[in-house]
């Protein structure tokens, strides 16, 4: 019988929870924009985290403490580089933090905000700026054709 490795893909990183120091969160190369919500969810979280370790180290949980500790070094981080743009003005041209409607040549249509990378929730119509979507309709104006993996949409509105 052969046997091969296993893909690191595949491998569960450490959370601290075995007693191992748990993997620290990679942090994005890009610049982190943030929308005055986005900035609020990272305040939020590095709040919330504080909570988290003062009740772990109450309640002596070691691999509790490790984890909230990593997870607040990169909160801490994003809310320390955050760069806060002001909300964009319905406009001519999509940027950062416009809503933006598409619609489908049958018809079918889509809205999608684009936000920081952390507070990106495709499901909920917000895509990250660096995101290959956003990329597209960053600069583009109203009536402009964008060609979509699933076909091509034309922007609706801008808001």
Excluded: C
Excluded at 4 to 9: C, I, K, L, P, T
Excluded at 92 to 111: I, M, P, Q, T, Y
Aim: glycine share 8%; no cysteine; net charge negative.
């Amino acid at each position: 019988m052969q046997h091969r490795r296993m893909s690191r893909a595949f491998v569960k990183e450490s959370d601290g929870a075995d007693g191992e120091e748990p993997v620290e969160l990679q942090v994005s190369p890009h610049r982190n924009l943030v929308t005055p919500e986005g900035h609020a969810l990272i305040e939020a979280a590095v709040e919330r985290l504080r909570a988290e370790l003062s009740a772990a180290r109450s309640a002596d949980d070691r691999a509790g403490i490790k984890r909230i500790q990593r997870d607040l070094r990169y909160w801490t981080l994003r809310l320390r580089t955050a760069e806060l743009v002001k909300p964009a003005p319905a406009g001519a041209k999509v940027r950062f933090g416009s809503r933006v409607s598409l619609e489908h040549a049958d018809g079918n249509a889509v809205e999608f905000r684009i936000v920081g990378e952390d507070e990106a929730d495709p499901a909920n119509g917000k895509i990250s700026y660096v995101s290959p979507i956003a990329k597209l309709l960053i600069g583009a104006s109203v009536g402009d054709a964008i060609t979509l993996p699933d076909g091509t949409a034309e922007i609706d509105a801008i808001r």
